[in-house]
């Protein structure tokens, strides 16, 4: 014989959507407080110095994974132990990180942040794209995807034809990083799931690659 009311029953799907929510939201806020900030910076500021500010963007990655992972401790640290890994899957993806991050400060540099986003939603489209053809073994996709992204990039040629702002150097910079992003997200899921990282990993590993990319390129405009 039970007493008492019945105990509630946990919705787990909807803390799931709750939790993907969150997560979601985690990304998207600093990510647009970020380039806010760095529009800030080259239009009032007069900080146009993209290299720099991104060489910057990286060292702070490379400080939070580090904390995160070697300080406190909040994830298992999983070391890389062979060196063909590092050449040949960390550093390529480090170039591609900083030349997306570069481009899409340039692009900043000309165009308002509005276009600059509508560019970069073409992502899916591409990433699609990039799958399909530079990564053949990936898992097949259904037809039905490839009809959802003809709005978008319908959309997306629309607002470029209407755009007021329209300036050639933005356009063409931010649509590098669009390009240069799609294949990285393929790239990047590659490397995580043959090697068994996480993107905090890989982040802890490549940032130091990026920053020094910088700094040499940076120093060589000197020479």
């Known amino acids: 014989m039970a007493f008492g009311p019945p105990l509630p029953t946990v919705n787990y ?7 993907h929510g969150f997560y979601v939201l985690a990304w998207y806020i600093p990510n647009i407080c970020t ?10 500021v007069g900080f146009n110095f ?33 060196s063909e890994t590092i050449l040949r899957r960390v550093l390529p993806n480090a170039v591609l990180v900083t030349v997306n991050i570069v481009f899409g400060n340039v692009a900043l540099q000309y165009i308002p942040i509005s276009f600059h986003q509508v560019i ?15 990564f053949p073994n990936a898992t097949s996709t259904p037809i039905s995807l490839f009809l959802s992204i003809i709005p978008v990039v319908g959309g997306v040629m629309l607002a470029v034809a209407t755009e007021l702002s329209f ?9 590098v990083a669009a390009l240069v992003t799609a294949f990285q997200a393929n790239f990047s899921a590659k490397i995580m799931g043959n090697n068994k990282l996480d993107s905090l990993h890989l982040l802890y590993y490549q940032s130091p690659f990026s920053v020094l990319l910088l700094v040499c390129y940076s120093c060589s405009l000197f020479v």
């Open 13 to 19: 799907s909807l803390a799931r959507y709750l939790s």
């Open 35 to 44: 380039l806010l900030l760095n529009k800030h910076l080259y239009a009032n």
């Open 50 to 82: 993209p290299f720099s500010l991104t060489a910057i963007h990286m060292a702070f990655c490379f400080v939070g994974s580090f904390f995160c992972l070697r300080v406190f401790k909040l994830f298992q640290f999983t070391p890389i132990e062979s």
């Open 120 to 134: 970069k939603s073409l992502g899916p489209a591409l990433a699609l794209l990039s799958q399909v053809t530079c």
């Open 167 to 175: 300036d050639m150097r933005g356009f063409s910079a931010a649509l």
